[in-house]
C-alpha cells in the first residue's frame, strides 16, 4: 500500500497549484459573471502540458493516467477554479477517442486536446431519457456510406467553447435487430446541429446547453472505432475517468471552501479577543468537513490508481464511491464554510457562496448519488436491481 504520489506527480500537483493561485477564484467568478470563458487559464494549462497529462506522448501528450489528470482536476479547483471541461474534454472525449478510436482518429485530435486548442465535449443525456441511458432516443441512420443523426440532447456542457461534441447515439443492428449504442465526433457547426443555452442556477463560466440534431450528415469516419461494435466499450470507457475526475474537482472545491473558512475563523473576533474558530460549534463541522474531504481523496486516489493500473472493474466501484463521497463531501463543506463566515459566507468578496450552485449540481451530475447508491445496492451488496 502506497499513499505518497511520486516525485513528478508532486511536481505536477505544485505546478498546477501555482498556476491555479496566479487566476483564482475571483478571476473565475469575474469570468462567469461577465458571461466569458477562462480562455486564458484553459490556453496556459495547455501550453504547460496540464490538459495532457492522461494523453499518449506520441499524441503530444504527457504520458501519465487518470491520476495525473485527477491531480489537475483538484489543484485547479483547490484554487477556486474548477473546470467542468477538464472532466468532458480531457478525461472523458480523450480516453474514449484514445482507446477506442481509429489511427487517424486519434492522430487528428488528441494532439489538439493535450495542447487545449481543441475541445470535445460529451452528449449523451436526454429529456426522455436522464438517468436511464437505455432509453436513448438519438438515433443514427446509415445514407449511403455517411451516417444521418437526429435526436435531443439536454445540459450538455461547453458546446460554445467546443469544436466537436461526442454524441452517444443508438443504430440498429442489422444482424439481431437489436439496439446498439454508438459514438459520433460532431462538429459543433455541422448543418442541422443548434444549440440552445440553458438558464442554469450555478455561477459558472461554463454553460450548460439543449442539443437539437436534425438529420446531421456525418462522413462514415464520424462514428468513433473501426466498427459498430467499438460503440458499447468506447461508452463505458469514458465513465470511470469521468466519475474520478469529477470527484478530484468536487475534492479540490471541498480543500478551498475549508481553507477560506479556517483563515477566517482563526482571525475573526467578535466576543473579545478570541476567535470564532476556538468556539467548538464552528470549529467542529469545519473539522468534520475536512474529514469527509480527505476521505473522499483517499477513495480518488485508490480508484485512480486502480484505474491506471487497468483494473476496470474494481475501479467502477471505487470511482462510483469516490464520486459518490466527493460529491457529498463537496457540498457539506462548502455548506459548512459559507455558515462559518457568516454574513461574509454570502458576499462574492469572500467567495465561497459563490460554489454553492456548483456543489449542488455535482450531487446530481454527471452520475446522481441516487444511481451510484443503486449501482453500489446490486454490484457490491448484492441486491436486485430496482428499477
Ligand atoms: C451542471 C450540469 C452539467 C451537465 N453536463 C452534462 C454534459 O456535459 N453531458 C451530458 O450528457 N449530460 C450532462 N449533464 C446531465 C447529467 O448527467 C444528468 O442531469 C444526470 O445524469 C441526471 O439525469 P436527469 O437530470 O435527467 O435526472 P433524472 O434521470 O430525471 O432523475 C431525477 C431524479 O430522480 C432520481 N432517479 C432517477 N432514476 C432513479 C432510480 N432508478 N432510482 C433512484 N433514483 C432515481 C435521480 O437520482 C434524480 O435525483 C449535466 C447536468 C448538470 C446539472
Known amino acids: 500500500m502506497n499513499f505518497d504520489l511520486t516525485d513528478e506527480q508532486d511536481q505536477l500537483r505544485d505546478a498546477v497549484r501555482a498556476l491555479g493561485r496566479r487566476y483564482g477564484h475571483s478571476y473565475f467568478v469575474s469570468k462567469a459573471k461577465a458571461g466569458e470563458h477562462t480562455t486564458e487559464l484553459w490556453h496556459e494549462a495547455g501550453r504547460l502540458g496540464y490538459l495532457g497529462v492522461n494523453i499518449p506522448t506520441e499524441y503530444g501528450g504527457g504520458g501519465g ?22 472532466v468532458v474534454s480531457p478525461a472523458i472525449a480523450a480516453t474514449v477517442i ?3 478510436g481509429t489511427e487517424e482518429q486519434r492522430k487528428r485530435h488528441l494532439p489538439g486536446l493535450a495542447d487545449g486548442s481543441q475541445k470535445i465535449v460529451f452528449a449523451i443525456t436526454e429529456p426522455d431519457a436522464g438517468s436511464n441511458f437505455h432509453r436513448l432516443g438519438t438515433v443514427a441512420r446509415r445514407d449511403g456510406d455517411d451516417w444521418l443523426l437526429s435526436g435531443r440532447k439536454v445540459y450538455i456542457s461547453g458546446v460554445d467553447e467546443a469544436d466537436h461534441v461526442l454524441v452517444v ?12 449504442p454508438a459514438l459520433f465526433i ?4 455541422a448543418p442541422g446541429l443548434e444549440k440552445s443555452k440553458l438558464d442554469m442556477e450555478i455561477l ?22 473501426e466498427s459498430l461494435d467499438a460503440g458499447l466499450p468506447a461508452l463505458f470507457a469514458g465513465l470511470n475517468p469521468e466519475r474520478i475526475t469529477v470527484a478530484a474537482m468536487g475534492a479540490g472545491t471541498g480543500r478551498y471552501a475549508i481553507e477560506k473558512a479556517s483563515d477566517y475563523t482563526t482571525t475573526r473576533k467578535v466576543w473579545g479577543g478570541r476567535p470564532i474558530g476556538s468556539h467548538q460549534g464552528v470549529a467542529h463541522p469545519l473539522a468534520h468537513a475536512a474529514v469527509q474531504v480527505e476521505l473522499a481523496r483517499l477513495m480518488i486516489h485508490k480508484a485512480a490508481t486502480l484505474y491506471d493500473a487497468g483494473r476496470d472493474l474494481e475501479a467502477g466501484v471505487a470511482g462510483n464511491m469516490a464520486k459518490y463521497a466527493a460529491g457529498e463531501a463537496a457540498a457539506l463543506a462548502v455548506d459548512t464554510a459559507v455558515q462559518a463566515l457568516g454574513g461574509a459566507g454570502m458576499t462574492t468578496e469572500y467567495g465561497v457562496a459563490t460554489l454553492l450552485g456548483a456543489v449542488r449540481a455535482g450531487r446530481i451530475a454527471p452520475v446522481s448519488r441516487e444511481m451510484i ?3 453500489v445496492a446490486q454490484h457490491v451488496l448484492g441486491q436486485d436491481k430496482s428499477y
Not at 169 to 180: N, P, V
Not at 186 to 189: F, G, K, L, N, S
Not at 204 to 225: C, H, I, K, M, T
Open 169 to 180: 447515439a443508438r443504430t440498429e443492428d442489422a444482424s439481431s435487430g437489436k439496439l446498439k
Open 65 to 86: 493516467g487518470i491520476t495525473e489528470l485527477a491531480l489537475v482536476c483538484e489543484e485547479l479547483a483547490a484554487a477556486g477554479c474548477p473546470l467542468l471541461l477538464l
Open 186 to 189: 460532431v462538429p459543433t457547426d
Open 98 to 100: 484514445n482507446k477506442h
Open 373 to 375: 447508491l443503486n449501482f
Open 204 to 225: 459558472s463560466p461554463e454553460n450548460q446547453f439543449l442539443l437539437y440534431l436534425d438529420d446531421v450528415r456525418l462522413p462514415a469516419d464520424a462514428l468513433v472505432g
